[in-house]
């Protein structure tokens, strides 16, 4: 999945494109499919990243989605770095992985140059979301069986 985000937002990046936040995701037959929302690129950023998210437990809560790759774009945490941005693929399984995959970059005269990716652990926010009261979200938290995966 991660992969196949890589091979949609590279050329874009490359071309100078905008990215908002976009997913890949895989049913239960690992068919997969990316997702964007078209009026999330009139939206600022953060939000475009809260509705991406809220559309995916969604589609997760219908019961036919197994995996999602959300990827965005974010400013690079670590101020030592020469790279100004970071490409964030943030893994979801519906059995319970989820993983970030945080890659590098920044644009030099019109190229854009990849560093090493770094993963992390992370915590849902799609399969088995829990909001800060600690209580199940009402999207993703009420999943159908997963017997079927």
């Known amino acids: 999945m991660y992969d196949k985000a890589l091979k949609n937002v590279a050329p874009r990046l490359e ?3 905008s990215v908002k936040a976009f997913a890949v995701v895989a049913d ?7 997702v964007r929302i078209k009026q999330i690129e009139e939206m600022p950023p953060a939000m475009a990243l809260e509705v991406m998210r809220r559309s995916l437990r969604v589609l997760v809560g219908k019961g036919d989605v197994g995996a ?29 992985p989820t993983l970030a995959q945080i890659t590098p970059y920044t644009d ?19 399969f088995r979301y829990k909001k800060e ?3 199940a979200g009402n999207d ?3 999943q159908k069986s997963s017997e079927n995966y």
């Open 15 to 17: 071309n100078g494109e």
């Open 28 to 34: 239960k037959a690992s068919n997969m499919r990316i």
């Open 68 to 96: 999602t790759c959300l990827v965005y774009i974010a400013d690079n945490p670590n101020k030592d770095s020469n790279a100004k941005y970071v490409l964030v693929a943030e893994m979801e399984h519906i059995f319970g």
């Open 108 to 126: 030099i005269d019109g190229n854009t140059k990849f560093g090493e990716p770094v993963v992390v652990e992370s915590k849902p926010s799609i």
């Open 133 to 135: 009261d600690g209580k």
């Open 140 to 142: 993703a938290g009420q």
